[in-house]
């Protein structure tokens, strides 16, 4: 199994900047694609953005497509999420999460087996 552990939230003015890290341990991290999920109050966990094993491929929900971008660093066992031009709208807790090694990027939280336990991101207006 893999442990992950999320950092890099916090609170921001809209049009603002957060990297957000997901360390993982336990095993390498190539074994997985990864993922970021978020959910707002009241909300669904809804995906974001997801990268496959070595990074060939990336996918992203409508609403970030342009502003966040999803990379991961084999090496240092560790996923990003750069998230630019920040709205109040992408206020929520986020995760990050691991699926199985696959050249296909799935986006039903279902598909995950391990998550993290979240950082919250907060855009004010």
């Known amino acids: 199994q893999v442990q992950l552990v999320e950092s890099g939230g916090g609170l921001v003015q809209a049009g603002g900047s957060l990297r957000l890290s997901c360390a993982a341990s336990?095993?390498?991290?190539?074994?997985?694609?990864m993922g970021w999920f978020r959910q707002a109050p009241g909300k669904e966990r809804e995906f974001v953005a997801a990268?496959?094993?070595?990074?060939?491929?990336?996918d992203y929900v409508d609403s970030v497509k342009g502003r966040f971008t999803i990379s991961r660093d084999n090496a240092k066992n560790e996923v990003y999420l750069q998230m630019n031009s920040l709205k109040p709208e992408d206020t929520a807790a986020y995760y990050c999460?691991?699926?199985?090694?696959?050249?296909?990027?799935?986006?039903?939280?279902?598909?995950?087996?391990?998550w993290g336990q979240g950082t919250q991101v907060t855009v004010s207006s």
């Open positions: 336990g095993r390498t991290l190539s074994t997985y694609n």
């Open positions: 999460a691991a699926d199985r090694r696959n050249y296909r990027i799935r986006k039903q939280v279902s598909a995950y087996d391990y």
């Open positions: 990268i496959t094993f070595g990074g060939a491929s990336t």
